[in-house]
């Protein structure tokens, strides 16, 4: 009863979206949804707002309008997870359940949380793969930065913010992943961050004290070697579920756990039915209200909306009621 509850408020951190954002990439990996913050403006009826959304070209998605709600509401989204308690309890808990689902999963060799892992396995050394972004790194300083200044994410800004390092771990994260390490597990990075920014990614998690193993690759980026340019990573699973048993998945993105996840919403939801079992047994999720494959389905993965059409799209999938 305790691990249901404790699975349920983790996975209800998802449901506190940043509707009407725009989404932005490096490549084809998606990095964040952000919008700027709205500013001070009186009070005026919604009837009266009559401001036009900036027009986007293609290749990046531009922000929300600033005098539109979509900003407010990416202004919550960061704020949630950098200053609420709430927050914190969430990541907090769903790391000590990740810790209670190791535990089982060392002492029964037949337990494996990667779909990809094929027999035999059972004989095979213990590992678990985390997702880096969101899940044991808190970019949010670089996203909110790019909110107060009312700037759109660049592949420039964001090579910079990954080179230096100074991201945030999780709540909760180290202290797993050190007594995951202290196990004798095998601690895999599976990031959809490019390759080239695989040491300063790798830079990032030592200063933190993650665990890394000297001379082996445990930081897999999307690129790094052929087969993996896709930002799926069920490739970059399969590697590893060949060389050990993959005892727990972690991540934000139901990319993290099932390669199924850029489809529509509905299909999204059919196609991972049947491992229903595994949410906080074999996978572990970290909420991520801001940015993800969640809120790029909504808008059928489109690239070339306005905010206007991003948001409207996104409107239709309120499930309201009307008194």
Not at 24 to 40: C, E, L, N, Q, R
Not at 222 to 232: A, F, I, Q, V
Request: aromatic residues 8%; contains cysteine.
């Amino acid at each position: 009863m305790t691990r249901k509850f404790t699975l349920a408020l983790a996975v209800s951190g998802l449901l506190l979206g940043s509707w009407g954002c725009a989404t932005v990439k490096a490549g084809d990996s998606v990095v964040a949804t952000v919008a700027p913050a709205p500013p001070v403006v009186p009070a005026q009826p919604i009837a009266s707002a009559t401001t036009s959304p900036p027009e986007v070209s293609k290749a990046a998605p531009a922000p929300s309008s600033p005098t539109g709600s979509a900003g407010f509401e990416s202004l919550h989204s960061l704020l949630w997870i950098q200053t609420s308690v709430e927050y914190r309890g969430i990541a907090l808990e769903a790391y000590r359940l990740a810790r209670q689902a190791l535990d089982a999963g060392l002492d029964d060799n037949t337990w494996t949380a990667a779909l990809e892992q094929i027999e035999p396995y059972q004989q095979l050394p213990p590992a678990v793969i985390v997702d880096a972004d969101e899940t044991v790194l808190d970019n949010t300083p670089y996203l909110a930065g790019l909110v107060e200044r009312q700037e759109r994410f660049g592949a420039e800004s964001w090579q910079r913010w990954c080179t230096a390092a100074e991201a945030r771990a999780v709540p909760g994260a180290l202290e797993f992943l050190q007594y995951a390490a202290s196990r004798g597990v095998t601690v895999f990075y599976v990031t959809n961050r490019a390759k080239e920014l695989t040491a300063a990614t790798e830079t990032n998690l030592r200063r933190l004290g993650f665990p890394l193993v000297e001379g082996q690759e445990t930081v897999l980026t999307r690129g790094l070697h052929p087969g993996w340019e896709s930002s799926d990573k069920g490739p970059r699973r399969a590697e590893v579920a060949h060389r050990y048993r993959v005892i727990l998945l972690v991540g934000d993105d139901l990319g993290d756990f099932f390669s199924g996840n850029r489809v529509a919403p509905a299909e999204r939801s059919k196609g991972v039915e049947p491992f229903l079992d595994h949410w906080g047994t074999r996978w572990v999720v970290i909420p991520n209200p801001i940015y993800g494959s969640w809120a790029d389905s909504l808008t059928g993965f489109a690239r070339d909306l306005t905010p206007a059409e991003e948001q409207a799209k996104k409107l239709g999938w309120l499930e309201s009621f009307a008194p």
